[in-house]
């Protein structure tokens, strides 16, 4: 029988006050509270992933202000940053991956995924933050068969159409796997780019990996 997922919501109303009043005090508290008893990897999804999205809904509706949504997801950042990642044994059947942030600011969606991704197994070239020349150049060099991509603004999920045509001409058969807000909020956008997948969070991003390996 499958284990009973925890119901969270209440940490992750409190999360999201905390956040919203940058209450760094509270904020390290209740996650240091949190980690005593569920996984760093569970709390980051059902807790902190669930508080960032309703901020982030709410400043759709203009609720609240751009510079709340920056600063919630830099007090998460310093989160993950606190937190040390265990890893399993790394898993030697699959291709080189590569992980970036694609032409935009906002690291945290990355960071959580990276962690998820090395929490599996997975072995993943981290590329930061890199603009299309240099991922080309870097997937190019490292021989980088499936290439997973963060992107928050719309404008920086359009530019992976750009690309996946650069790589098609040069003759570079390499999966992507996209994640971020346009893709969220638009389900087909991750298909008009030329992406081979789409991944929500760091579940699906391991998901979409065990999927795309299937098909090379």
């Given at each position: 029988?499958?284990?009973?997922?925890?119901?969270?919501?209440?940490?992750?109303?409190?999360?999201?006050?905390?956040?919203?009043?940058?209450?760094?005090?509270?904020?390290?508290?209740?996650?240091?509270?949190?980690?005593?008893?569920?996984?760093?990897?569970?709390?980051?999804?059902?807790?902190?992933?669930?508080?960032?999205?309703?901020?982030?809904?709410?400043?759709?509706?203009?609720?609240?202000?751009?510079?709340?949504?920056?600063?919630?997801?830099?007090?998460?950042?310093?989160?993950?940053?606190?937190?040390?990642?265990?890893?399993?044994?790394v898993r030697g059947d699959l291709p080189p991956?590569?992980?970036?942030?694609?032409?935009?600011?906002?690291?945290?969606?990355?960071?959580?995924?990276?962690?998820?991704?090395?929490?599996?197994?997975?072995?993943?070239?981290?590329?930061?933050?890199?603009?299309?020349?240099?991922?080309?150049?870097?997937?190019?060099?490292?021989?980088?068969?499936?290439?997973?991509?963060?992107?928050?603004?719309?404008?920086?999920?359009?530019?992976?159409?750009?690309?996946?045509?650069?790589?098609?001409?040069?003759?570079?058969?390499?999966?992507?796997?996209?994640?971020?807000?346009?893709?969220?909020?638009?389900?087909?956008?991750?298909?008009?780019?030329?992406?081979?997948?789409?991944?929500?969070?760091?579940?699906?991003?391991i998901a979409c990996v065990e999927a795309v390996?299937?098909?090379?």
């Amino acid at each position: 029988m499958a284990a009973k997922i925890p119901d969270l919501t209440p940490q992750s109303r409190q999360l999201e006050e905390a956040l919203l009043t940058v209450d760094r005090v509270g904020l390290v508290a209740l996650f240091a509270e949190c980690t005593k008893s569920y996984s760093p990897l569970q709390v980051f999804e059902q807790v902190i992933g669930p508080a960032l999205t309703r901020i982030g809904d709410a400043w759709e509706r203009g609720e609240v202000a751009l510079s709340e949504v920056y600063m919630a997801s830099r007090l998460c950042e310093e989160l993950v940053d606190s937190v040390a990642w265990p890893a399993n044994s790394v898993r030697g059947d699959l291709p080189p991956i590569g992980l970036a942030v694609f032409e935009d600011y906002h690291m945290l969606g990355k960071r959580i995924v990276y962690a998820f991704l090395r929490a599996a197994g997975l072995e993943v070239a981290d590329y930061g933050r890199a603009v299309a020349d240099e991922v080309f150049e870097k997937v190019r060099g490292d021989g980088v068969q499936i290439l997973l991509l963060s992107t928050l603004m719309l404008r920086s999920a359009l530019r992976v159409r750009d690309l996946r045509s650069r790589f098609d001409a040069e003759g570079l058969d390499v999966k992507i796997i996209v994640g971020g807000a346009p893709y969220r909020f638009d389900p087909q956008l991750w298909q008009e780019v030329g992406a081979d997948a789409m991944g929500r969070n760091g579940p699906d991003a391991i998901a979409c990996v065990e999927a795309v390996v299937q098909r090379l």
